[in-house]
T-cell receptor, first 109, second 112 residues
């Protein structure tokens, strides 16, 4: 099992709908979880951090964490064409951050 | 300057050249990283420095040589590169290893 797994996509979502991005991880000891957004040709940008079970909301973004099931998700409400990007899930393992390969999200106008 | 800066932003070099990439972080962080990202590929971690000490080297060819003179600066020295080394080279920093990372804008490298 890969340490951090994401569906590569592309995930196509109509403008205005909710985009749901999922990530699973293998290390039960992981305590910190991050979502990055990366536009084509640009560097990753940290958009959400979550450390405890449940939901964390920031504007149109909601991160959800379920440690028992070892998954973390990112919801984007009222999706906009500017949300089209690759979203990277990152999880800490011991003293390292492990990145997933990313999910390409395409918002359809 | 704020955040993480990288210079140059674009670099074209021949296979026999020697060049260096520079990264500087203005966040007071203790860890710095080099990543390689080829077109439409995932991030590949190359090197990790913590408090100026190299703590990870992910089987990177010796034609890539990192240097971390202090906790704010990181260099990647390049020599006799191959065309397949053409990629986006990203620098990142974090408060410590295992914490969230902040990325610079990257250097787009083309080897001819």
């Amino acid at each position: 099992q890969k340490e951090v797994e994401q569906n590569s996509g592309p995930l196509s979502v109509p403008e205005g709908a909710i985009a749901s991005l999922n990530c699973t991880y293998s290390d039960r000891g992981s305590q910190s979880f991050f979502w990055y957004r990366q536009y084509s040709g640009k560097s990753p940008e940290l958009i959400m951090s979550i450390y405890s079970n449940g939901d964390k909301e920031d504007g149109r973004f909601t991160a959800q964490l379920n440690k028992a099931s070892q998954y973390v998700s990112l919801l984007i409400r009222d999706s906009q064409p500017s949300d089209s990007a690759t979203y990277l899930c990152a999880v800490n393992r011991d003293d390292k951050i492990i990145f997933g390969k990313g999910t390409r999200l395409h918002i359809l106008p | 300057e704020t955040g993480v800066t990288q210079t140059p932003r674009h670099l074209v070099m021949g296979m026999t050249n020697k060049k260096s990439l520079k990264c500087e972080q203005h966040l007071g962080h203790n860890a710095m990283y080099w990543y390689k990202q080829s077109a439409k590929k995932p991030l590949e971690l190359m090197f990790v420095y913590s408090l100026e000490e190299r703590v990870e080297n992910n089987s990177v060819p010796s034609r890539f040589s990192p240097e971390c003179p202090n906790s704010s600066h990181l260099f990647l020295h390049l020599h006799t590169l191959q065309p397949e080394d053409s990629a986006l080279y990203l620098c990142a920093s974090s408060p410590g290893t295992g914490y969230e990372q902040y990325f610079g804008p990257g250097t787009r490298l083309t080897v001819t």
